[in-house]
Antibody, heavy 120, light 110 residues
Framework: EVQLLESGGGLVQPGGSLRLSCAAS????????MSWVRQAPGKGLEWVSA????????YYADSVKGRFTISRDNSRNTLYLQMNSLRVEDTAVYYC?????????????WGQGTLVTASS | QSALTQPASVSGSPGQSITISCTGT?????????VSWYQQHPGKAPKLMIY???DRPSGVSNRFSGSKSGNTASLTISGLQAEDEADYYC??????????FGGGTKLTVL
């Protein structure tokens, strides 16, 4: 059974940093691209970032480019999102998701999400 | 990259069919066959319903179908059921090498 378990969310002051983790199990992690998608409270979904299976290619939304870094450790079956210079508008539930095939062709499994709150 | 445009809400009675539209541009929906649709119930993670414009993952009911014409993609749900009541989101690959979502549509089953 595919499982994705996010952790690392919490309250952080604007300008601060946070690192999210996503522990994957139930599939061959290195074979799949992975993504982060976020959802602000009461709002819609927003794609944040994606990474290829090898980790050699990364992709970012303009809203986070230069501030967030996606990475993965295939030996630990874990996906990461390093978030720096956080802004109030980054407040959201962050979902880790597995790409169905190529990174841009839909995601078929989602974690339960972890809440990040950027507030003073 | 602007969000794709979806109607805020649609409704239908049990057994009826409804269609949710998703309008983009020639830089996303109009130029690629990489449109996906997701269903999200309150407090739950989204679920993939359609990928590559019209393909269904295994386990998704054939009452759900997708299509595309020009810059607009559509999700049709036939034989509407109470459990279909949820939020629906479209997404598309873009020429900027990113993915963009629609604003979401709330489906109410009357």
């Amino acid at each position: 059974e595919v499982q994705l378990l996010e952790s690392g969310g919490g309250l952080v002051q604007p300008g601060g940093s946070l690192r999210l983790s996503c522990a994957a199990s139930g599939f061959t992690f290195i074979s799949y691209a992975m993504s982060w998608v976020r959802q602000a409270p009461g709002k819609g979904l927003e794609w944040v970032s994606a990474i290829s299976g090898s980790g050699g290619s990364t992709y970012y939304a303009d809203s986070v480019k230069g501030r967030f870094t996606i990475s993965r450790d295939n030996s630990r079956n874990t996906l990461y999102l390093q978030m720096n210079s956080l802004r109030v508008e980054d407040t959201a539930v962050y979902y880790c998701a597995r790409a169905r095939s190529a990174w841009h062709r839909g995601v078929d499994y989602w974690g339960q999400g972890t809440l990040v709150t950027a507030s003073s | 990259q602007s969000a794709l445009t979806q109607p805020a809400s649609v409704s239908g009675s049990p057994g009826q069919s409804i269609t949710i539209s998703c309008t983009g541009t020639s830089s996303d929906i109009g130029n690629y066959k990489y449109v996906s649709w997701y269903q999200q119930h309150p407090g739950k993670a989204p679920k993939l319903m359609i990928y590559d414009v019209s393909d269904r993952p295994s386990g998704v009911s054939n009452r759900f179908s997708g299509s595309k014409s020009g810059n607009t993609a559509s999700l049709t749900i036939s034989g509407l059921q109470a459990e279909d009541e949820a939020d629906y989101y479209c997404s598309s690959y873009t020429s900027s090498n990113t993915v963009v979502f629609g604003g979401g549509t709330k489906l109410t089953v009357l």
